[in-house]
């Protein structure tokens, strides 16, 4: 039994990997062709990534690092570490996956692109923990999703997608579980059409080890809202957006309150009359919790911040940045320690004594409405474009 050593640019041993100890078989081998080579081999171990690691505030070894776990990629791939080894799944599952670890990077390592690499290799098969082939089988039956939507009363389709307009998109589970999102990002784009026939992103398989799948469905989806013609998706779900924009391309996806203050920054007519949301005669305070993909991966922070103020006092929640422990997959996974960030953000949000909490991604939502009921706080959490629609009232 050997400490796995971490690698530097180079490729060469630089120091132990604390917390892991794994049967290595030997000095490197030929390559796997599991990762892209170019991508695995841009870490220099900097450690830049390990204070912006929510997992690795939970547990501060090295294994559970970005900079950790791709150390354990290159043993994987130059066939140092046996490809079943226990500590392999472990890791690949205990990740969010929410990108923190790109922004701080200053040798700019696509951590996301190589996770999915990751998850591709260890998620198959056998390997493939239950709850993740069970959600990437529940993503093939749209139409029984798109009927739960019609049930709870989401927006309607508005038949094939009409040239130039933006076509907004209906989430898988957003339009059952959350069907006042839809209905209220019409009203506040009116402008936009709900083209028939549209099905998953492919996000949800990307990030569960079938990037084949997430690929495939992203491109179906792009067909139906004529992505080629130079049309816009338009959509609710910071994590669909990442996903869209990094296999359709950033053009091709434009998230709602990116849209909506892009817009009426440059057109303040466009803008409807808005009114300031009141509780007790005061101005509401509002907190938000950012969507991690729109965050680090596309950007997108000013937007949602800016939509709040137009209509209440916003309140910057100290960990506003840091992922909510959705994740995705995350919370039906890695269970306890989904609880444990989701915790610190209720607690946080009842110090800050806000009103309202604001997301903009669905799984955020249902992630933080669980953590309120369970917290019993009678805080509520809307989506931004629910709360933008009640000052429409």
Not at 120 to 146: C, K, S, Y
Request: hydrophobic letters at 40%; charged letters at 20%; glycine letters at 10%.
């Amino acid at each position: 039994m050997t400490d796995l050593p971490v690698h530097a640019a180079s490729g060469g041993p630089t120091s132990p990997l604390p917390g892991h100890t794994a049967t290595l078989s030997g000095p490197p081998t030929a390559t796997r062709g599991i990762f892209d080579a170019d991508l695995l081999s841009a870490c220099i171990s900097c450690g830049f990534c390990l204070p912006a690691c929510p997992t690795y505030a939970l547990s501060p070894v090295e294994k559970s690092s970005p900079r950790g776990r791709i150390t354990l990629m290159r043993a994987l791939e130059d066939g140092r570490l046996d490809p079943d080894d226990p500590t392999l799944q472990e890791q690949a599952g205990e990740c969010l996956g929410c990108r923190a670890c790109e922004t701080v990077c200053p040798a700019g390592v696509q951590y996301g692109v190589l996770l999915e690499q990751w998850r591709d290799h260890q998620w198959r098969g056998r390997h493939t923990p239950p709850i993740v082939a069970a959600l990437r089988a529940g993503m093939h039956v749209r139409p029984a999703l798109r009927l739960g939507g019609i049930v709870r009363r989401a927006t309607a389709t508005t038949g094939p997608a009409q040239p130039g307009k933006p076509h907004l998109m209906l989430g898988c589970v957003e339009s059952t579980l959350f069907p006042k999102v839809s209905e209220a990002a019409k009203r506040l784009v009116s402008e936009a059409d709900v083209p028939a026939g549209q099905g998953c992103c492919g996000a949800l398989h990307a990030h569960n080890g079938s990037t084949a799948g997430g690929e495939r469905f992203a491109h179906a989806l792009g067909a139906t809202m004529r992505v080629d013609a130079g049309d816009v998706i338009l959509t609710t779900a910071g994590g669909c957006a990442a996903h869209i924009a990094q296999e359709l391309g950033r053009d091709s996806v434009v998230e709602i309150s990116e849209y909506l203050h892009r817009a009426w920054t440059a057109d303040p007519s466009r803008m409807p009359p808005l009114r300031p949301l009141l509780v007790d005669g005061r101005p509401a305070r509002v907190g938000l919790q950012d969507s991690c993909h729109l965050r680090n991966a596309l950007g997108v922070t000013e937007a949602p911040r800016a939509l709040i103020k137009l209509v209440a006092d916003y309140v910057e929640l100290p960990s506003a940045g840091s992922c909510c422990g959705a994740a995705g997959s995350y919370s039906l996974l890695q269970p306890a320690r989904s609880k444990r960030l989701l915790r610190q953000k209720v607690s946080r949000a009842q110090a800050a004594d806000v009103d309202y909490l604001v997301v903009v991604n669905p799984g955020c939502q249902m992630q933080l409405a669980t953590g309120m009921r369970s917290a019993r706080s009678d805080i509520p959490v809307l989506h931004i474009v629910e709360l933008l629609a009640k000052a429409l009232d």
